[in-house]
């Protein structure tokens, strides 16, 4: 059975930093692309940043590039999302997910997680 676990959320200060890190167990993890993605409250969810299956292809959003980078480890089956900067704006519960494919970015997703809370005080 396929699972994906968030960790690393929290409370921080403005222009502070968080590293959340997605771990998969129960699929052949180097086969999917991942994508971290946010939805804060009152707003629609949205892609934050993704990686291909690799780890060579990548995709960060505007919104957070120059802040946000996106890591894999394929041997440890986990990815990623070193946030610097971080703004008031960048509060939401923070999801990745995986897809079977190449490519960074998909319009579906196999699998989600449960999501981790990102708060960033102003």
């Known amino acids: 059975q396929a699972r994906l676990v968030e960790s690393g959320g929290g409370l921080v200060q403005a222009g502070g930093s968080l590293r959340l890190s997605c771990t998969a167990s129960g699929l052949t993890f180097s086969r999917y692309g991942v994508g971290w993605f946010r939805q804060a409250p009152g707003k629609e969810r949205e892609i934050a940043a993704a990686i291909g299956r690799s780890g060579l292809d990548t995709y960060i959003a505007d919104s957070v590039k120059g802040r946000f980078t996106i890591f894999r480890d394929n041997a440890k089956n986990t990815v990623d999302l070193q946030m610097n900067s971080l703004e008031p704006e960048d509060t939401a519960v923070y999801y990745c997910?995986?897809?079977?494919?190449?490519?960074?970015?998909?319009?579906?997703?196999?699998?989600w997680g449960q999501g981790t809370q990102v708060t960033v005080s102003s």
């Open positions: 997910a995986a897809w079977l494919g190449a490519g960074a970015v998909s319009r579906r997703y196999d699998y």
